[in-house]
């Protein structure tokens, strides 16, 4: 259906009629720019609700619950909810909403164009159908003073007292005039042809081109408004998915509280490990004799502390000043040490505290380890191949890691020995085995090991070498050691536990004992010096077996 036929006498309304499709554009990019307006804020208020709830720093130990983390997670989701509504909006006044206005842009110059081409063909039309109008009236004139002359003159040819040369002269009169008319009968007939033809190309040429470009503007505008409302629909849609992820991650925090695991948290944190006092067992004063003992048991009874957990924690604080070192139990060095090894806590609070420090140096012992073996394999591929660097200068870094290491070990030591003390058990014992599960954890048992971290127990410098209390019958001093070899230091080394011997840089000593998979090899210098030096610092010659 084409406008310039159906509409063809409508052209006042066609106007009318796009002009209120323009406003009506007009109209849906103001709800763009509000909805998009409504969605930042939303984002914005749901982004700032998250932040005034997200836990404070001193309120960590709080969130270690399952309760805490679940709705920690759920505000994140929350946040991830009000970054998908800043999508939106940003989707909106970015993509719709700038297409829209370009859109109005463009029909607005369209149909200033198309109504002014309208505009200029009605006035052609009106000013032919003006010209018409006039040579019909002047033929209509020419055509009554025609008539009129020809009466005159027959009235004048019929007159008997009337001259020769008066009927002559009505005679002319009557030609001219019917001349005249025959004249304007011929203008009449032309202009009203032209404006015929003028009349049909306009009504089915010139106007339906002008209605057809309007229609087709028409058509554009109503495409682009339908391609707009669908483009808002996709772009909820594409957040949606992402939204019931969201969704989803508060069921699976609201899944993930555990109340049975909570109350366990509960217990480990505040347990002190005390045992539960028990019954106050009577007093029979009369079995007493005398006002002495009376009021020594008076004495006695006012110390009894009223708290039943007071004795216990009494006994325990003299148990840990008695002995030699309680006489020292008032000098700050106590009272730092105290701090260090956490026996100012209840024994289930210490317990955990010297766990936590040990996983902790443990994880930087292995931090230091693989930088050890990253400098000790840059440093075979500096002597393969010189031209990449000098391998000596990465001795200074190897000194120093393994003196990193070294403390690590004996601070390791230091809280394991703690740890036993608080589980009940002999420093000793607790050292080699967490010594024997370092190695294994690891899962290395041929890594090369650093000075002062020996993984075996007979090769342990913190061992007795001599024997002593914890060791066998026979110390390894009453061991006689063969010569299986002979080594050359490679780097310098600084005995700085007990079993090891320091050594210069390419000095020659003899082998006693190999390497047992710990790291060390045990070795005599030619002063008879006898001890344990690091197996990666030596570079080892062994006799054959014959």
């Known amino acids: 259906m084409s406008w310039g036929t159906e509409l063809w006498d409508q052209y006042d309304n066609v106007g009318v ?7 009506f554009c007009e109209k849906f990019t103001h709800f763009l720019k509000e909805r998009s307006a409504v969605e930042l804020e939303y984002a914005r208020n749901l982004k700032k ?4 709830f997200q836990p404070k720093k001193r309120e960590e130990d ?17 946040h991830d909810i009000a970054g998908q509504h800043e999508v939106i909006a940003e989707s909106l006044q970015g993509t719709v909403y700038k297409d ?9 110059q369209d149909r200033k164009k198309h109504l002014q081409e309208g505009a200029r063909l009605q006035e052609q039309l009106r000013q032919m159908a003006l010209s018409l109008d006039k040579a019909k009236k002047t033929y209509e004139k020419a055509f009554k003073e025609s008539e009129r002359a020809l009466d005159n003159y027959r009235k004048a040819d019929a007159d008997i007292n009337l001259s020769r040369a008066d009927v002559e002269k009505q005679r002319i009169i009557m030609n001219q005039k019917a001349q005249q008319c025959e004249d304007c009968k011929n203008e009449y007939a032309s202009v ?9 190309e306009h009504y089915h040429t010139a106007m339906p081109m002008v209605f057809q470009q309007l229609q087709e503007m028409e058509t554009k505008r109503i495409t682009k408004m339908k391609d707009c409302v669908l483009q808002c ?18 069921i699976k925090a609201a899944g993930s509280v555990n109340s049975a695991q909570d109350s366990k948290l509960v217990i480990d944190k505040y347990k002190s490990g005390f045992p539960i006092p028990q019954d106050v067992p009577f007093e029979d004063l009369s079995n007493m004799g005398g006002m002495v003992d009376n009021q020594n048991n008076s004495t006695s009874n006012k110390q009894t502390p009223s708290n039943p957990m007071k004795p216990s924690t009494v006994s325990s604080k003299q148990k840990k000043r008695g002995g030699l070192f309680g006489l020292f139990g008032s000098s700050k060095g106590k009272v730092d040490d105290q701090k260090e090894d956490f026996s100012d806590l209840p024994p289930n609070q210490r317990r955990r505290k010297l766990q936590q420090k040990i996983d902790l140096i443990k994880k930087d012992m292995a931090k230091e380890t693989a930088e050890r073996e990253g400098i000790l394999k840059l440093k075979d591929v500096y002597v393969s191949n010189p031209a990449l660097g000098d391998p000596n200068m990465l001795a200074e870094k190897v000194e120093e890691n393994a003196q990193k290491l070294d403390a690590l070990q004996q601070e390791l030591l230091k809280y394991e020995g ?6 009940g058990k002999r420093r000793h014992s607790a050292s080699g085995d967490s010594i024997h599960s370092s190695d294994s954890g690891h899962h290395a048992p041929h890594t090369i090991s650093t000075p002062g971290t020996p993984h075996q127990q007979p ?17 390894e001093g009453d061991v006689e050691f063969h010569v299986i070899g002979t080594c050359r230091a490679l780097y310098p080394f600084e005995a700085t536990n007990e079993g090891s011997v320091p050594m210069s840089e390419n000095e020659e000593m003899q082998i006693l004992e190999e390497d047992q998979g710990d790291g060390w090899t045990r070795v005599r210098k030619v002063d008879g010096t006898e001890g344990f030096v690091p197996s990666s610092y030596v570079q080892c010659h062994y006799l054959t077996s014959d």
Not at 49 to 52: H, S, T
Not at 62 to 78: H, N, R
């Open 418 to 423: 703690y740890l036993a003390e608080c589980e």
């Open 17 to 23: 009629h796009t002009q209120k499709g323009i406003d």
């Open 459 to 475: 090769h342990n410098v913190y061992a007795p070498i001599d024997g002593d209390e914890d060791g066998d019958e026979f110390g």
């Open 49 to 52: 609700l998250v932040k005034n």
């Open 192 to 200: 009203l042809q032209q404006f015929n033809s003028h009349q049909q």
């Open 100 to 108: 829209l206005q370009n859109l109005m842009t463009e029909l607005k």
């Open 233 to 250: 629909a996709e772009i909820e849609k594409s957040v949606i998915p992402i939204i019931n992820t969201c969704i989803e991650g508060m």
């Open 62 to 78: 709080e969130y270690q619950f399952t309760w805490a983390k679940g709705f920690v997670d759920m505000i994140k989701e929350v």
